[in-house]
């Protein structure tokens, strides 16, 4: 088999036409999206849409054509200049029962010199789409000739993580300084009595200007940039700055003239400079990830995701979170299971400890705040013993948010006046003492779900020397679960029905409980036992109005505006 011909497209303005609606359909209308192109989907009202194609479709991204696949859709939903034919052809269609129609499309497609890609059969098929890394203008393809898609996707991996980071923004410099370059040239070849009123002319107005003079200067230029380009350090190019690309031309400008004591071979950039720039300093992040949503996220967290070089996650850091995380980046979340904590723990500090003496960017990434039940000061401690100050960013604890919302404000005059967050397990899985009652008390207990028999019977039957402390089974609290996300659960009950009403419903982890009168101010549950309600309810659409939906490319370019305005 010939090898396949790899070209790169300009698609802004294209049509794509998408002939399904699975996952697969998804990943074709993001990457048109991506690339400036106009997704439309064909797929009947009775196909099953995948949920994020449908928010895509719901945010006006993708155009959906309720119907099936008909021959002249290739024909007449393209652009008007080019008389309506589509620009390319994605068959998402899966199935033996689909092959037929798969052929058909591909058939047409290549009749009318349509590019077509068919899911799954590279014979049906003129173009495949390459496994791609995007850094700027940087752009790598990885493609395995339809002979293996994963194995394409671990290979681009596999180079991309070799890549310094952020390599792009060197590309583009240094594609600046062969553009100022070339207009240096021509700009220099044309000075010659272009200035009238010029009083006197300069002593070398007689010396003779040969054309290799200027051919020289150029040649000069362009070599050096070609050298440092093939033979320089990759982490030596990425280091390179705007003050540099500007000292590379003032130097070359200076030096333009051909003079006997000028001497142009001396490189304008001193590589040993640039290599001491781009030695990696080793640093440990200590952040939090908020309650679960990144549009709660801080920007100084979000900052630390995108640089880390290596980021530890908890188990528990939702995966929208995890999502923004860049490909290149390695990810280790924490294995930790019953019995299995403190060993996990441990693995955590000693690959930190590692990557850190390898000079690496170390982001502990945490659920909550990293100081509230995150055990980040023994983490500080820990690393600070060994030779590496942390710093800590905070994050918004679930302890304070989840409550609010799940509406039920910690404090409310004349109802609650004192909150007090507890855990519901202590160390080595014991049971820690409950917290007296008080009529004015909140209190949130945080990973106390999953033992909340337990609890509940302490806090209402304490031992006999706690009589007097016991909560009433009246008292009304709440069961808040995935807190800030799409799918957040609350569950409203009482000490007396809440352990019944977590049993019947089922765990939906990370999810804590708020336990006081505070729990039925904003929002009561009637005469029930117990009320279950879906959703983060006022929240909606705060994900898609921050670009959340993307893999967080919206909120990187916010965040890089924001930077911007902050440096001028």
Not at 207 to 221: F, P, V, W
Not at 426 to 433: I, L, M, Q, V
Not at 489 to 496: A, D, K, M, N, P
Not at 559 to 568: F, G, S, T, V
Request: proline share 7%.
């Amino acid at each position: 088999m010939a090898p396949l011909l790899l070209t790169a497209h300009d698609c802004v303005g294209h049509i794509h036409l998408v002939i399904g609606s699975n996952s697969i359909a998804n990943a074709r209308c993001l990457k048109s999206i991506e690339v400036g192109a106009n997704p439309v989907v064909i797929a009947s009202l009775e196909a099953e849409v995948h949920y994020a194609l449908k928010e895509r479709i719901e945010a006006g991204q993708v155009k959906w054509i309720r119907r099936d696949f008909e021959d002249n859709d290739l024909t007449s939903l393209g652009r008007d200049e080019i008389d309506n034919v589509v620009d390319a052809a994605f068959v998402t269609l899966g199935g033996k029962e689909s092959l037929s129609t798969r052929t058909h499309i591909s058939t047409l497609c290549r009749r009318l010199r349509i590019p077509v890609n068919v899911l799954d059969a590279p014979n049906l098929s003129t173009f495949s789409l390459p496994s791609t890394h995007s850094d700027g203008p940087l752009q790598i393809g990885i493609t395995t000739s339809g002979k293996g898609c994963k194995l394409a996707t671990r290979i681009r991996r596999e180079v991309a993580a070799l890549l310094p980071p952020n390599f792009g923004s060197a590309v583009e410099r240094l594609g600046t300084i062969r553009r100022r370059i070339w207009e240096e040239d021509h700009r220099a070849q044309h000075l010659e009595d272009e200035d009238d009123d010029v009083p006197a002319q300069k002593p070398t107005f007689n010396q003779l200007i040969s054309e290799s003079d200027h051919t020289a200067a150029k040649t000069r230029r362009i070599r050096w940039l070609s050298q440092i380009c093939e033979y320089w350090p990759l982490r030596n190019l990425a280091s390179i700055t705007d003050a540099d690309i500007d000292g590379i031309l003032q130097s070359y400008s200076t030096s333009s003239q051909p003079s006997p004591t000028t001497h142009t071979d001396t490189p304008p950039i001193d590589i040993s400079t640039l290599d001491h720039r781009a030695r990696p300093t080793p640093r440990i992040i200590l952040a939090g990830s908020g309650p679960g949503s990144p549009a709660f996220l801080t920007l100084a967290t979000h900052r630390a995701i995108l640089t880390a070089t290596v980021i530890l996650a908890d188990k528990l850091v939702p995966a929208p979170i995890l999502d923004l995380i860049p490909r290149r980046t390695p990810l280790h979340i924490a294995r930790k299971f019953p019995g299995n904590a403190e060993a996990a723990q441990q693995e955590l500090l000693t690959l930190g400890l590692s990557a850190l003496q390898k000079g690496e960017t170390v982001l502990r990434l945490k659920q909550g705040d990293p100081y509230i039940y995150g055990r980040g000061s023994e983490e500080y401690t820990w690393f600070e013993e060994r030779g590496y100050k942390p710093v800590v960013l905070p994050g918004i604890t679930s302890a304070l948010s989840a409550p609010l919302f799940a509406k039920v404000p910690c404090t409310s005059r004349g109802v609650s006046d004192t909150v007090v967050i507890c855990t519901g397990t202590g160390r080595k899985g014991k049971a820690p003492e409950p917290p007296e009652f008080g009529e004015g008390k909140t209190v949130v207990f945080l990973m106390a779900l999953h033992r909340v028999g337990e609890l509940v019977d302490n806090l209402v039957d304490p031992p006999e020397d706690k009589k007097g402390c016991a909560w009433p089974k009246e008292t009304p609290c709440a069961v808040v679960e995935r807190a800030s996300c799409s799918d957040q659960r609350v569950i409203r009950s009482t000490l007396e029905f809440v352990v019944k009403a977590v049993e019947n419903e089922g765990s939906r982890p990370p999810g804590l409980l708020v336990l006081g009168k505070a729990c039925e101010v904003l929002k009561a549950r009637g005469g029930a036992r117990w009320v279950v309600e879906e959703g983060c309810d006022g929240f909606e659409g705060l994900d898609d109005a921050l670009g959340l939906h993307n893999g967080g490319g919206e909120m990187r370019e916010m965040a890089a505006e924001r930077e911007n305005i902050l440096a001028r």
